[in-house]
């Protein structure tokens, strides 16, 4: 693992066919909402491969190609680093790249959470999870699934 994060990351939309989106809650930030995120281990792991591990990791969800399929919606956000995870990038790095990605699965799909990393997930309406998320770039991505997923 480098040093620093790589200021390249993905984000993981997971959904049910009926637009349930699924949220997890921070364990670093209570009350903060998002899909999962994360960044690449290294500079030439590809995108997909991150998407893959950081569905595992954070939700034990296993992209198998076949029943679990990872969509790569090729769109990709550059926002600013919040100030409060800024240290976590090499010094003088302020804006990320993130690569939207998502998942459909069953709505009965067993959620196994990373504790250092995650407190709670809820399912909830496609709109309403949209609504809940604390990130910007996350919110837009939720409200832009019924489009990506025709």
């Known amino acids: 693992m480098p040093a620093f994060k790589i200021p390249e990351s993905v984000l993981v939309i997971i959904h049910t066919d009926d637009l349930q989106v699924l949220l997890i809650e921070r364990a670093d ?31 034990g969800i296993v992209a198998d190609g076949e029943r679990v399929v990872l969509r790569d919606w090729r769109l990709s956000n550059i926002y600013t680093i919040y100030p409060v995870w800024r240290h976590r990038y090499a010094p003088g790095v302020t804006e990320n790249t993130e690569h939207v990605f998502s998942v459909e699965v069953p709505r009965d799909s ?9 407190l709670n997930h809820v399912w909830l309406p496609y709109l ?6 604390f990130s910007s770039s996350n919110a837009e991505a939720i409200l832009q699934l019924p489009q990506q997923i025709r």
Do not use: N
């Open 128 to 133: 309403e999870a949209a609504d809940k998320c």
């Open 29 to 59: 930030r209570p009350g903060y909402w998002q899909s999962v995120t994360g960044s690449l281990d290294a500079a030439d792991e590809p995108l997909p491969a991150t998407a893959a591990r950081e569905l595992f990791e954070e939700t």
């Open 110 to 118: 067993v959620i196994t959470l990373s504790p250092r990393e995650h």
